[in-house]
């Protein structure tokens, strides 16, 4: 618990082996580092089948803050955990798309149930 | 052809008043108190008044439009600067408000000294009425041309007919992604019958759509490709690999069931 303290801007929480990380709207590249780093120690202390991260309360993202997404959820992904991105606003989706992103290694849901019933299939298939 | 140039240069006064007197549209002069000192016949007939009631008043006391007596007068602009300044404002004559036109232009003596201003107003309501009209119409059918409907609870269907440029595929972006945040799809399919053809700015605009629905957490099947379209995009060497497409609509809607894990079956 030590870990999260440093970094309070961001909601970790677990549920059915996810962890669901919720970033706040004015969230920093410093902020993402701490929570990354924070969320790979969880996932080697106990089995984590997956990372939802939500990104519902975020208002806007440029290709900066898309990139250390991006490259958070690579980091994750090397450590066996599905990374699905969650609940990303039209707008954000639409300004996103008007940047040329390459969305190809993205998993993306619409919600957080729709997000949890895609990690928990996705282990089904790979047993 | 010179000479008769160099007659009218010659001509008298009264005959270049009647000159400008026939011009159909305003024209009127100002000193530099804006004290109005000519006014032709079409000047007179808009506002509706008689050559006595204008003579010597100030123009904003004639015109009374939204520019009078503010920064935006184009008169002041044009007195000040000596250059040709026009604008849009609107008129208020007999109570009611009309769209004008009008360009002002500096007035100068033989040393070159601005004296004053000429201004010609050109009645645009006309104009005006059908640029309003033609932007209500575009706005109708940008509304009509991209309807994204509700198939199937889970399930959305945006047909596209015509052509398909940039500002369409931004609004049936637009339009799509509110209607998947409102409806909690899981599947959209999008069906391209209609577009007569396909070159590599309408795929790479479809390519757009499928990566934006993909972020929502939406799959994208791209249905009614026809044989045609079909052999063009091979030929125009443009990768939809990572797109599913089906030939039509309804195969389309079987993969969409597929995906939410649906059947559909004959009753015993």
Redesign the interface.
């Known amino acids: 618990m030590g870990d999260s303290s440093n970094n309070l801007s961001t909601s970790i929480t677990l549920v059915k082996g996810c962890l669901i990380v919720t970033l706040p709207n004015d969230i920093t590249d410093a902020d993402i580092k701490v929570g990354v780093g924070n969320i790979l120690r969880r996932i080697e202390k106990s089995s984590i089948r997956g990372v939802i991260l939500n990104l519902s309360m975020i208002s806007s993202v440029d290709t900066y803050l898309f990139k250390i997404l991006e490259k958070a959820s690579k980091t994750i992904s090397l450590m066996g955990a599905v990374v699905v ?2 609940g ?3 707008g954000v ?2 300004s ?2 008007d940047l040329n992103i390459d ?2 290694k ?1 998993k ?4 957080l149930e ?2 949890l019933s895609m990690i928990l299939n996705d282990n089904l298939n790979m047993c | 052809m010179e000479d008769i140039i160099q007659s009218f240069q010659e001509a008298d006064g009264m005959i270049k008043m009647q000159i400008l007197e026939q011009i159909p549209t305003p024209v009127m002069a100002v000193d530099k108190e804006f004290r109005v000192t000519y006014m032709n016949d079409a000047g007179k007939r808009s506002v509706n008044k008689k050559w006595e009631d204008i003579s010597g008043k100030k123009c904003c006391d004639i015109w009374n439009s939204s520019h009078c007596n503010t920064e935006e007068c184009r008169m002041r602009k044009a007195i000040d600067s000596g250059k040709m300044h026009s604008a849009r404002t609107e008129v208020i004559i007999d109570n009611f408000k009309k769209p004008f036109e009008y360009y002002a232009v500096p007035l100068k003596d033989v040393q070159g000294n601005i004296i004053g201003g000429l201004e010609f107003v050109i009645d645009i309501a006309e104009r005006i009425q059908y640029e309003e009209r033609l932007k209500e119409q575009s706005h109708t059918i940008r509304e009509m041309s991209t309807p994204t409907i509700e198939l199937w609870s889970g399930v959305l269907v945006l047909p596209v007919v015509g052509v398909v440029d940039s500002m369409r595929a931004q609004h049936m972006i637009e339009s799509m992604l509110n209607k998947i945040a409102e409806t909690h799809s899981k599947v959209i399919i999008m069906d391209i019958q209609g577009v007569a053809a396909v070159d590599t700015a309408v795929a790479n605009h479809i390519i757009k759509i499928t990566v934006a629905t993909k972020l929502m957490g939406c799959e994208c099947i791209l249905s009614g490709i026809t044989p045609a379209v079909a052999q063009t995009i091979i030929q125009l060497g443009i990768d939809m690999v990572n797109i599913k497409t089906k030939s039509t609509l309804s195969d389309g809607l079987a993969e969409a069931f597929k995906i939410l894990n649906l059947e559909v079956k004959n009753k015993e």
């Open positions: 991105w969650v990303l606003r039209p989706v639409s996103l798309i969305a190809s993205i993306a849901a619409m919600d729709q997000g």
